[in-house]
């Protein structure tokens, strides 16, 4: 670039010293020298961007060696190379389950494409390695989300709002199938406790659409569970005795309240009451778009979920005897606590108010044991220690 100034002031020079005589020679010099150094810039743009100067091997970057303003030459081979599919990744990268292509029966007359979003949200909640530890609180009320909205949708071509038995068991079949295929634990129906009478209806007498509609208060029930407020749900429900009272009345047991017989012993009615609450639900699901039934069935088990403790409490008898009669801070006692606390907090993962209601319940136990010191605030026992993320603390 300098060169080519100084080249060009001396053809100004030039121009100026001579422009008193007559021709252009100057003039054409002058040119001359212009497109040629424009020449010289375009080859050695061509000469930068031809591919076969391109190196096909991996240096790293070399430092300027001249000059104060030169270019810093970067080479491709020090931008970080990701690994290609196949290849064994680092510990910073998450791995994901294996899918594969699920063997279905071929007799479940259902278009499970079309239910895609939904299947692969419920495998992602109930995946292989979480859903033991996650189950009562993330994968079961996902997969029972799932069988309403699957009978909703399998119904909404018929009168019909729940399934024959032998239709029930192929799609059951299928549904724990493609769920397995796309990573989820293949026991969640064990684990989950169910089955393919779930989608059947069971005892429940009204199962077609027409004698749902003239039963129900249709509007009432969905103008009630269309949207389900998170907060309020728990507290002041709307959509659950919208479903309970839709439940009665299917199942006959409103009529006979109304009548005042007596219905007490009678454990069929209370079958039916269930079976009917999965009507009612189905019917539901006939009506809402899947995500709006999806995150109002999530909010309604939520709810119910949250109302117990769900952790299995074995007699601490090792707690008692070494806290019965402790009033200050006791390396034994403590020691006993934290072991037992240690053993049930590994069952599965637990909500906050679960946590609440099942120290609650130990505290409970402890107290009928000779246990009158508060042990929690003795050994510094928190609410998150009673589920697996206070497996740390220990």
Excluded at 3 to 12: E, L
Excluded at 85 to 108: A, D, I, K, V
Excluded at 313 to 341: D, G, H, M
Excluded at 368 to 394: H, P, R
Aim: hydrophobic share 40%.
């Amino acid at each position: 670039m300098i060169q080519w100034f100084r080249r060009t002031r001396r053809a100004m020079d030039c121009f100026q010293t001579f422009s008193l005589h007559k021709g252009s020679l100057c003039q054409q010099l002058l040119l001359f020298i212009l497109w040629l150094s424009s020449f010289q810039d375009v080859a050695s743009l061509q000469t930068l961007i031809d591919p076969s100067n391109i190196s096909s091997t991996s240096e790293l970057a070399n430092p300027p060696t001249t000059g104060l303003f030169e270019p810093i030459e970067i080479s491709p081979a020090v931008v970080p190379r990701y690994p290609y599919l196949g290849e064994s990744l680092p510990p910073m990268y998450p791995t994901f389950p294996t899918t594969y292509e699920p063997n279905l029966t071929g007799r479940c007359p259902v278009d499970f494409s079309a239910m895609s979003n939904i299947m692969g949200k419920t495998a992602s909640d109930c995946s292989l390695p979480l859903a033991a530890l996650v189950g009562n609180v993330i994968c079961c009320p996902q997969l029972g989300s799932l069988l309403h909205i699957f009978q909703g949708y399998y119904s909404i071509n018929s009168d019909k709002l729940v399934l024959r038995n032998a239709v029930a068991n192929d799609c059951f079949s299928d549904i724990i199938s493609i769920l397995a295929s796309r990573g989820a634990n293949i026991t969640i129906p064990a684990l989950c406790s169910v089955k393919s009478l779930n989608l059947t209806g069971g005892s429940c007498p009204v199962m077609d659409v027409n004698t749902f509609e003239k039963t129900v208060n249709t509007s009432k029930l969905l103008e009630a569970c269309s949207v389900v407020d998170p907060l309020k749900e728990c507290c002041r429900s709307v959509c659950q005795p919208a479903i309970m009272e839709a439940a009665l009345r299917i199942s006959g047991t409103q009529m006979m309240l109304n009548e005042n017989k007596n219905i007490v012993g009678e454990t069929n009615n209370v079958d039916a009451i269930n079976d009917c609450k999965g009507v009612v639900y189905s019917y539901l699901s006939r009506k809402l778009p899947p995500d709006v039934a999806n995150t109002a069935f999530r909010i309604l088990s939520a709810c119910k979920v949250n109302k117990v403790c769900p952790l299995e409490f074995n007699q601490p008898s090792e707690v008692i005897k070494a806290c019965r009669n402790v009033a200050a801070p006791s390396p034994s006692c403590c020691s006993s606590l934290n072991t037992y606390i240690a053993g049930i907090q590994k069952q599965m993962l637990i909500t906050n108010k679960q946590a609440i209601i099942c120290a609650t319940m130990f505290g409970s136990i402890l107290r009928k044991g000779g246990v009158i010191t508060n042990v929690y605030e003795l050994c510094d026992v928190d609410l998150k220690d009673f589920s697996i993320q206070g497996m740390d603390a220990y």
